[in-house]
């Protein structure tokens, strides 16, 4: 890996865009040498993995950890407890037992609300209009931030309509008042920019190919 990239990629994005470092499938190593040129947000979407290189890199204070991944309701405990993001929420059951837990635990996770803006069967998300309906029962969720809207766009799209579905999450959500929308990968970041993001989640475009 090449911290070149990162940099190269970092002096392109507008100020108002974070880089969110993928660094599932990643070494400890890897996350340690993005971070002294600057990286403190990484994103892992396996708790087992994450666990195991927060513990490596519990002295380097100033990473902050992303859940990125699919919840899966056995987990939800040791991500609150562990993470201080959480992107992935893909559904009001889920965030209310987030909600439940953090209100246990004390602790106050960043939630951004995962939203499905096609059809994708192997892809989670709120329906759009069902996160409308839902809306004013999320805001009295007690022990949870909402920051913003997390999106997942198909693969192979052309880059217009990757624009297209991006522009759909951004006006979601500044019609719900959230600043924050985390979407754009390695392959459509440029696209997710033009349309308002401000989370990109970059993990080969960094890191390099995994193995």
Known sequence: MNPANYLKIKNKIPSNVNILAVSKGFKSQE?????????????????????????????LKDIKWHFIGRIQSNKIRKIVKNFKYIHSV???????????????????????????????????????????????????????????LMTINPKGLSSKEN?????????????????????????????????????LRLGSLIFGDRF
């Open 31 to 59: 996350i340690k040498t993005i971070q002294n040129v600057g990286q403190n947000d990484f994103g892992e979407s396996k708790f087992q993995e994450a666990f195991e290189k927060q513990i490596i890199l519990k002295d």
């Open 90 to 148: 893909d559904s009001f059951e889920k965030l209310q037992r987030i909600s439940d837990i953090s209100c246990e635990e004390k602790k106050n996770p960043l939630i951004m609300l995962q939203v499905k803006f096609s059809e994708d069967p192997s892809k989670g998300g709120f329906n759009p209009e069902l996160l409308i309906t839902k809306w004013s029962e999320i805001q009295e969720l007690k022990n949870i931030k909402l920051t913003g």
């Open 163 to 199: 624009f297209e579905l991006f522009q759909k999450c951004r006006a979601l959500a500044d019609s719900l008042q959230l600043s924050d929308c985390s979407m754009g990968m390695s392959g459509d970041w440029e696209e997710a920019i033009d349309a308002g993001s401000t989370w």
